[in-house]
Structure formats: structure tokens, C-alpha cells
């Protein structure tokens, strides 16, 4: 993958992590029915779309595995369009999750980056130990997904945009 391509990928990455903290930010309510919408969704095609792949299919082995697959991912967006409660608290463990692993993310390059100043790889740690700490809260008292802390999480994107937006220019220009 070339230098330009990475730069591109991580550009787009970060506008749309600006623009989806911007989102829960202004309006965390209805961002997370959209999201939730768009989970459901995409599940939904995806396994439709296995169920059409495995018809082109003769390995029985291949079949069977394509169809467990789309059996799961159609059960789980029907799960999450029909029981609206529940999957607040399956999006809430999934979010936590996604926290702890880019937590983990952003401390590893904060610690090891050489290129970035003092001043960035703090920056990064303090990200990295803020989204660590706002994972394990979520995870283990998953209510606590609630309109204020989606804020919270619309601040960090919106943050995490933005800064790593400035730092991938700084990037660039040396």
C-alpha cells in the first residue's frame, strides 16, 4: 500500500470519525437510531446476500458454513430491529469493546511512535488511558451508554478527528 493511499484512507477515517462526533454531539438520540438502523440493516443484506453466494456453491462443507453465517447475521439484525431494549445493550457492550481495543491502539503508538514530539505521545496516551477508562465503564455497567456519556463518545471522535487530522499534516510535511 503506497504512502498516498495509507494518507487517503486515514484522511477519510478521520473526517467521518469528525463528522460522526459532530453527530452525537448535536444529536446523540437520533444518531444512535440511525446507527442502530444501519447495524440492523447491513446484517440483513449481508446474510441475504450469503444465502444468494452459497446457491453458486456445490462443496457441501462450503454451503453449510456460508449458511450458518447468513442464518446468524440475518437472526441478529431481525434481534436488533425487533427488540429495540436489547440491542441498546448489545451496541452499548460492542462500543466498549471498540473503545478498549483503540484504547490499546492509541497508547502502543503513543509509547512507540518516533516520529511525533513528547507533546503528541501524551496527547495519545491521555487518549488512549481516557478511552481505556470510558471501555471499561461501558463494558462492565453497560446502562451507562446513555444520551450524556454518547456525547462523550462524540467528543472523543470529534477530538480524534481533528487531532489526528493536524498530526497525519505534520506527517506529510516532514
Request: proline fraction near 1%; charge should be negative; avoid cysteine.
Amino acid at each position: 500500500m503506497s504512502i498516498e493511499s495509507t494518507y487517503t484512507n486515514q484522511l477519510v477515517r478521520n473526517i467521518l470519525f469528525f463528522i460522526i462526533g459532530l453527530l452525537l454531539i448535536t444529536a446523540p438520540e437520533l444518531t444512535l437510531l440511525i446507527i442502530n438502523n444501519y447495524i440492523t440493516y447491513i446484517l440483513m443484506m449481508l446474510g441475504i446476500l450469503k444465502l444468494v453466494a452459497i446457491s453458486n456453491h456445490s462443496n457441501e462443507t462450503i454451503i453449510k458454513y456460508h449458511l450458518s453465517k447468513a442464518s446468524i447475521d440475518i437472526v441478529i439484525g431481525l434481534s436488533i430491529f425487533f427488540l429495540d431494549g436489547f440491542s441498546e445493550v448489545i451496541i452499548a457492550y460492542l462500543l466498549g469493546l471498540w473503545m478498549l481495543l483503540q484504547a490499546i491502539v492509541e497508547m502502543i503508538e503513543g509509547y512507540m511512535h518516533t516520529t511525533i514530539s513528547v507533546d503528541q505521545k501524551l496527547l495519545k496516551l491521555l487518549l488512549g488511558l481516557t478511552l481505556f477508562i470510558g471501555g471499561l465503564l461501558t463494558i462492565s455497567i453497560p446502562f451507562v451508554a446513555n444520551i450524556k456519556f454518547v456525547m462523550g463518545v462524540g467528543f472523543y471522535l470529534l477530538v480524534y478527528g481533528v487531532t489526528h487530522l493536524l498530526f497525519n499534516q505534520v506527517y506529510l510535511d516532514k
